[in-house]
């Protein structure tokens, strides 16, 4: 059963008996914490609960908040599947249109973004997906993926719907852009690499297909991670004074803010 996390620098021993804290080590002059906000958005599986709130709601939450900032007019509201598919439940349910399935998985591919190389990426996304087309022939689509790294995998998927009978493709991505990368150990390699650093991000949408691209914003990001975070710090009479205000999230590979000092 779900016990608790291990705090930031935690240490902790677990015995048939207990569990103990041997030690904390602190972040610097009480600094808050920098937990990935990646974590939320792609990485973790939808069940984990970090910070005392599920990834799965999270992402649902930034899928609401997509909504707000980035409506358009559609039939449907869909998604990459499977990481984006919380995000698309609720964008789906802020805006009021239905939730439809337009691209089954191939479950024996791999993640696709971190392959070696470009050619390997292609060929790895042209075997990932299959085409549900009687569920989107002749419609308006809107497709919601959790991000765009690199740009190779979200092309030819809307090139795919296309091909298949979709009248229009709007792509929804709730995350902003990934424009640094990360030296924390998440395999963002280049800047270069980044579709967000290219020439081609000013007419993206022209780039990969679509009929319109938009990010979710830094700020709605970020506030659908700590909504539930700061909601359940006020009501918490448990929440020591100290650790009231102190939520922090490392948002370096979106703006450039690292949390430590980089030694090169």
């Not at 291990?6 to 103990?20: A, F, M, N, T």
């Not at 080590?25 to 069940?47: K, L, M, Q, T, W």
């Not at 902003?176 to 579709?195: A, D, S, V």
Request: aromatic share 8%.
């Amino acid at each position: 059963r779900y016990y608790r996390e291990v705090l930031p620098g935690e240490i902790v021993k677990i015995s048939r008996h207990d569990v103990q804290t041997l030690d904390v080590v602190r972040r610097p002059e009480g600094d808050p914490s920098a937990f990935c906000i990646f974590e939320y958005v792609y990485f973790a599986r939808p069940d984990s609960i970090f910070e005392g709130q599920m990834v799965y709601s999270v992402r649902r939450r930034c899928g609401q908040q997509l909504a707000i900032e980035a409506p358009v007019e559609a039939d449907l509201v869909s998604t990459v599947p499977e990481s984006a598919t919380p995000a698309a439940l609720g964008y789906a349910e802020k805006c009021g249109l239905p939730y439809v399935e337009v691209l089954c998985k191939n479950r024996y591919v791999g993640r696709t973004f971190i392959q070696p190389n470009m050619r390997l990426r292609q060929l790895g996304v042209a075997k990932k997906f299959g085409v549900l087309s009687d569920n989107f022939k002749g419609k308006r689509v809107i497709i919601i993926d959790d991000s765009i790294v690199r740009g190779n995998t979200i092309s030819p998927i809307i090139k795919l719907l296309r091909e298949s009978g979709a009248k229009e493709v709007h792509i929804r991505v709730a995350s902003p852009p990934i424009r640094f990368p990360c030296y924390m150990g998440i395999n963002i390699p280049t800047k270069e690499e980044l579709i967000a650093n290219r020439p081609e991000f000013h007419d993206l949408a022209n780039y990969i297909g679509a009929d319109s691209v938009v990010y979710l914003s830094v700020e709605g990001l970020v506030s659908s991670v700590q909504e539930s975070i700061k909601a359940r710090q006020e009501n918490s009479l448990k929440t020591p004074k100290s650790h009231i205000g102190k939520i922090g999230h490392c948002t370096a590979c979106l703006t450039g803010a690292y949390p430590v000092e980089l030694e090169w």
